[in-house]
């Protein structure tokens, strides 16, 4: 192949590939020919390294044809402009969606663990299969106030712990079986824990305990659970969409409220490890454990609704999923 007769021929059509890749502003005729332009330059490139391998002539073409091809599929946005949209329309959206699935596990949750609690309480052969009564007693009297002890390493132990938990609900949630066993498990617990301190008149002890952190830590659990339930019914029911599009689309909006839950996991564990074992009066520490709830709440209820009716769904933009669709502007 002749380089240089190759490149005075088509030198006018590759200066208009660059012209055109330049533009800032590209009417519906601009585009066309840019497409048409592209896929020329995209086979005298091919020509050219088939006969001649790699000669500057091409990689000089490669850089235009890169050039169109980054205009044609849409210039990439900044990852640190796109922070403020995540946590002001994404994250938020996607936990709004999940308020109604969330409550029902939340109403389930308490009343499995209420009805546990009361019906092992009231029944002294089961509170006996608990374990002895003197090793029931130290739990009820010491163990169970003295687990929550202030200082950091608690309060990371907690997250770890309970990030563990989310991470199993998000992970396993297509199955459909894991949440609801992570959400039973954990009801029959509290209520096994809530009978042996109602067995020995501490129930007041165990609602001033666990609700300083428990009420941000349970209702966390609970979107997490709600979330990999929502992956389960994309991928049995996924409506319109292929059972593959509906997956995809579920999975990334549990990615997005992944980091909403490690947020909010997060505050629950500083709570608990820097107020629920302080002795402070109970009246303080159920405030600061209802406020960082209510802020948890209003961010998922009113500015996810704010956000959804702006028309975010919690899914990824196309920039950040990935995608192959050509647009001018």
Not at 272 to 282: H, I, L
Request: hydrophobic share 50%.
């Amino acid at each position: 192949m002749d380089l240089d007769a190759l490149r005075s021929r088509r030198r006018g059509e590759w200066d208009r590939l660059d012209e055109l890749s330049r533009s800032r502003d590209l009417s519906g005729a601009d585009v066309d020919e840019l497409v048409v332009r592209y896929r020329a330059a995209s086979a005298d490139l091919s020509d050219i390294k088939t006969s001649a391998g790699r000669t500057q002539l091409g990689d000089s073409l490669s850089v235009t044809i890169a050039r169109a091809r980054h205009r044609l599929t849409g210039a990439g946005e900044n990852v640190a402009r796109q922070i403020p949209r995540f946590f002001a329309l994404q994250l938020p959206a996607a936990l709004y969606r999940l308020r109604w699935t969330t409550l029902v596990i939340a109403l389930a949750t308490i009343g499995i663990a209420a009805l546990s609690a009361l019906w092992i309480s009231a029944d002294p052969a089961l509170i006996a299969t608990l374990g002895s009564k003197a090793q029931l007693q130290q739990y009820a009297e010491n163990d169970f106030t003295d687990y929550y002890e202030p200082g950091a390493a608690f309060a990371g132990q907690v997250w770890t712990n309970n990030a563990w938990i989310a991470a199993q609900c998000v992970m396993f949630g297509v199955t459909g079986i894991f949440p609801v066993y992570v959400i039973m498990s954990n009801a029959i617990n509290l209520g096994v824990a809530g009978a042996v301190m109602l067995a020995f008149d501490r129930g007041d002890v165990l609602i001033l305990s666990l609700l300083p952190h428990g009420l941000l830590e349970l209702t966390s659990i609970f979107v997490a659970a709600a979330a990999g339930l929502h992956v389960f019914w994309a991928w049995v029911v996924p409506g319109r969409r292929t059972r593959g599009e509906s997956l995809a689309s579920a999975g990334r909006a549990l990615a997005t409220t992944v980091i909403g839950l490690i947020l909010s996991l997060a505050l629950s564990g500083l709570v608990e490890g820097f107020v629920t074992g302080q002795s402070w009066p109970p009246a303080v520490k159920i405030t600061i454990g209802a406020l960082a709830l209510a802020i948890f709440l209003v961010y998922m209820l009113v500015v996810g609704r704010w956000a959804t009716r702006r028309g975010e769904t919690g899914d990824l933009t196309e920039y950040e999923a990935g995608t192959p669709t050509l647009y001018a502007g």
